[in-house]
């Protein structure tokens, strides 16, 4: 009886998981807290929970610039549209997937501007753009979920926060072009002389 009792006291076996062991020690791991905490800086995070995952990505409507959309966008698409006048979003072409897959609509909503919608209709909010990506691109949406697509902020420490899809690729232009490194070696031989 007593055995049973002082295995709840936290002295000798005294963690209950190994995950209770890991978190108590890393509160103060040889006098450092290990924590990603403190690499987040000023990134303003938002909490997800996907199919039991969750962790924390950046919020993103305070970094778009041309957002609220509504601010121009007060009318239906159609009603605003017109043959004489400039494009407003010029900057803006489509480099992903075909023509056929992919328009503007294919994202935006045309009656809201303010949020984005899944090919079914259903509303999606731009700090959860995400959902948008994870319709066509199951693997990298199973991997990210899991950590391995993307990239950690801070490390690997809890709390965890992962960049998400639009802080790395852009969402009408996703592709990254190839890199060839700055310069080659032959320049180094020629330096050497
Ligand atoms: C400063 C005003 C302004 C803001 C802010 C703005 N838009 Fe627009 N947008 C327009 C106008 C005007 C048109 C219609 C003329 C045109 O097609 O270029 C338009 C057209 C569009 C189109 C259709 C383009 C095409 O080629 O068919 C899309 C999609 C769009 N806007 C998305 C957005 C989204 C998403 C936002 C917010 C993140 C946004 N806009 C914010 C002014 C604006
Ligand atoms: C694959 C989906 C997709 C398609 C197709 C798409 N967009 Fe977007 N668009 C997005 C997402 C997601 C964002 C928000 C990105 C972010 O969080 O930075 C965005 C952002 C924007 C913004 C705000 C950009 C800024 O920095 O202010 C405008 C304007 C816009 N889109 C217009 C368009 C227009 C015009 C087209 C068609 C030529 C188009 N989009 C096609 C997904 C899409
Ligand atoms: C409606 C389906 C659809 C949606 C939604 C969609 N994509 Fe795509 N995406 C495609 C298709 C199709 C291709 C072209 C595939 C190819 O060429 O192999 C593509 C290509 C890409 C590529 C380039 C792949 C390569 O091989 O270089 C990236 C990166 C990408 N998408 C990321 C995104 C992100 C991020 C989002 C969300 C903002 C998104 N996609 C939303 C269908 C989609
Ligand atoms: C930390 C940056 C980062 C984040 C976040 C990220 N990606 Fe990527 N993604 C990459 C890099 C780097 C590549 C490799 C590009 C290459 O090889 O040319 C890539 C490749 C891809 C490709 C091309 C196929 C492949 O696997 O090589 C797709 C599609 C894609 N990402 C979709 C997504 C989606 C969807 C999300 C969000 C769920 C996402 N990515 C989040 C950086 C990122």
Redesign the pocket.
Same mark, same amino acid.
């Given at each position: 009886m007593a055995l049973f009792i002082s295995s709840c006291k936290h002295q000798e076996n005294e963690y209950h998981s190994i995950t209770d062991k890991i978190e108590a020690k890393s509160k103060d791991y040889h006098g450092v807290s290990v924590s990603s905490e403190p690499y987040f800086g000023d990134i303003d995070l938002i909490k997800i929970s996907e199919d039991g995952q969750s962790f924390l990505i950046p919020e993103?409507k305070g970094?778009?610039? @041309?957002?609220a $959309?509504t601010e121009c966008h007060t009318k239906p698409l159609k009603q605003m549209q017109s043959k004489d006048l400039k494009k407003a %979003?010029w900057n803006? @072409?489509?480099k992903?997937a075909g023509a056929n897959t992919?328009? $503007?609509i294919? +994202? %935006?909503s045309s009656n809201n501007m303010d949020d984005?919608h899944s090919l079914t209709g259903s509303k999606i909010d731009?700090n959860k @753009?995400y959902k948008? +990506?994870s319709q066509c691109h199951t693997e990298q949406f199973k991997d990210w979920k899991g950590g391995a697509h993307g990239k950690q902020i801070g490390g690997w420490a809890p709390p965890r926060a992962s960049l998400t899809c639009?802080n790395c690729h852009n969402? %009408?232009n996703p592709a990254f072009s190839s890199k060839w490194p700055a310069r080659f070696n032959t320049q180094k031989i020629k330096e050497r002389k």
């Amino acid at each position: 009886m007593a055995l049973f009792i002082s295995s709840c006291k936290h002295q000798e076996n005294e963690y209950h998981s190994i995950t209770d062991k890991i978190e108590a020690k890393s509160k103060d791991y040889h006098g450092v807290s290990v924590s990603s905490e403190p690499y987040f800086g000023d990134i303003d995070l938002i909490k997800i929970s996907e199919d039991g995952q969750s962790f924390l990505i950046p919020e993103r409507k305070g970094n778009i610039k @041309s957002y609220a $959309c509504t601010e121009c966008h007060t009318k239906p698409l159609k009603q605003m549209q017109s043959k004489d006048l400039k494009k407003a %979003h010029w900057n803006i @072409s489509i480099k992903h997937a075909g023509a056929n897959t992919m328009n $503007c609509i294919t +994202c %935006h909503s045309s009656n809201n501007m303010d949020d984005l919608h899944s090919l079914t209709g259903s509303k999606i909010d731009f700090n959860k @753009s995400y959902k948008l +990506c994870s319709q066509c691109h199951t693997e990298q949406f199973k991997d990210w979920k899991g950590g391995a697509h993307g990239k950690q902020i801070g490390g690997w420490a809890p709390p965890r926060a992962s960049l998400t899809c639009v802080n790395c690729h852009n969402p %009408h232009n996703p592709a990254f072009s190839s890199k060839w490194p700055a310069r080659f070696n032959t320049q180094k031989i020629k330096e050497r002389k």
